[in-house]
């Protein structure tokens, strides 16, 4: 299923979560565009400054932030495949 939302995936170096996710993703042959907040300072401050918050995962879905793994998973499932 094609989608027209701007996606992007805010993950960190190490995170279970962020494994967990992105190993979903790939088993499912589904791409998104990646910030990992470990390495990447500006994308740090992006997550902070729009969600409020340091927590990864975090799929930004036409620019807001969609918290916890499960819900990325089941955000992924219904508008992506």
């Avoid at 902070?48 to 992924?76: H, M, N, T």
């Amino acid at each position: 299923m094609a989608t027209n939302h701007e996606l992007v995936l805010y993950v960190m170096t190490g995170c279970p979560y962020c494994i967990k996710v992105k190993r979903f993703l790939a088993d499912n042959g589904v791409t998104i565009p990646e910030r990992d907040i470990s390495t990447d300072p500006v994308a740090e401050q992006t997550l902070i400054a729009v969600g409020g918050k340091r927590q990864v995962p975090c799929l930004f879905i036409d620019g807001k932030p969609l918290y916890e793994s499960s819900y990325i998973i089941a955000w992924v499932q219904k508008n992506l495949l």
